[in-house]
């Protein structure tokens, strides 16, 4: 005798129509997860939740960016605000205080963002924690696609005006070694990976972790998962600002850069 799942087979009733409409959806949200994956790495006793995050900057293909959130595209805000989070490392500081800028720069070119750096410029933090924002490759686009979104085709393949990153890790700040043209060159081709170390200022040294490895072809849609995934590891965080008035001194930076 037939069981019952066997008659259930025999039978093959119509299947409801709502199935089909759901099939898209439920392949796309598929896709999207294996495009996206995430590590996460806190030192002990870090506490994420109400962080005020100063930005130091961003690094683009191994170089830092002095162009802001501009260098990541038009449409990717800073996390933990609706508006792009003031930078220590930009325009705006070069113009304004260029002997300490300009000695940043220097260290930056020579050694990448490194603990002691971040150690040296934490006074002028209004934060408790110091962000950097590290991001390599591009989104690829699917083959035969001419164009991709307006935020991709903004991203260029390597940083703007700065330095290299130096040495690193994630004692270190989380610096890699500085990018080379061949290597600008051929950023387009990496993987897309975009991540996000923070430094204690308190404890004078980095402690957490956030990264992002992205096999999809859409960089809005990339940006808007990492600030998502950021928001809900560090709950209740926002962007705090930097106060440059007399708080670190450049002959520091210089000193720390000939050692």
């Given at each position: 005798m037939p069981t019952t799942l066997g008659k259930w087979r025999n039978a093959n009733p119509p299947k409801p129509s709502w199935l089909f409409a759901a099939l898209p959806l439920v392949l796309g949200l598929s896709a999207c997860a294996e495009a996206t994956t995430f590590q996460v790495h806190y030192e002990p006793g870090f506490v994420r939740n109400g962080k005020r995050v100063s930005t130091f900057g961003i690094k683009r293909d191994g170089v830092m960016s002095r162009s802001g959130w501009a260098v990541l595209g038009p449409y990717a805000s800073g996390p933990f605000s609706d508006t792009?989070?003031?930078?220590?490392?930009?325009?705006?500081?070069?113009?304004?205080?260029?002997?300490?800028?300009?000695a940043m720069g220097e260290y930056v070119r020579a050694n990448g963002v490194t603990d002691e750096l971040l150690a040296k410029l934490a006074p002028a933090a209004k934060g408790d924690t110091?962000?950097?924002?590290?991001?390599?490759?591009?989104?690829?686009?699917?083959?035969?696609e001419i164009g991709g979104s307006a935020a991709q085709r903004a991203m260029p393949a390597g940083g703007a005006r700065g330095g290299g990153m130096g040495r690193g890790g994630m004692g270190r700040g989380g610096g890699?070694?500085?990018?080379?043209?061949?290597?600008?060159?051929?950023?387009?081709?990496?993987?897309?990976?975009?991540?996000?170390?923070?430094?204690?200022?308190?404890?004078?040294?980095?402690v957490a972790r956030v990264q992002m490895n992205y096999?999809?072809?859409?960089?809005?849609?990339?940006?808007?998962?990492?600030?998502?995934?950021?928001?809900a590891e560090l709950r209740g965080s926002r962007c705090s600002g930097w106060d440059w008035s007399g708080s670190v001194d450049d002959k520091a930076i210089r000193k720390l850069t000939a050692q």
């Open positions: 792009r989070c003031e930078l220590g490392y930009s325009d705006e500081v070069f113009g304004s205080i260029p002997a300490l800028a300009e110091i962000m950097l924002v590290t991001v390599t490759g591009r989104p690829h686009r699917p083959s035969g890699g070694g500085r990018a080379t043209s061949s290597e600008s060159s051929s950023a387009s081709n990496d993987p897309f990976e975009i991540s996000a170390s923070f430094f204690s200022v308190e404890q004078h040294r980095t096999a999809g072809s859409d960089i809005d849609l990339a940006m808007r998962e990492f600030n998502d995934r950021l928001e």
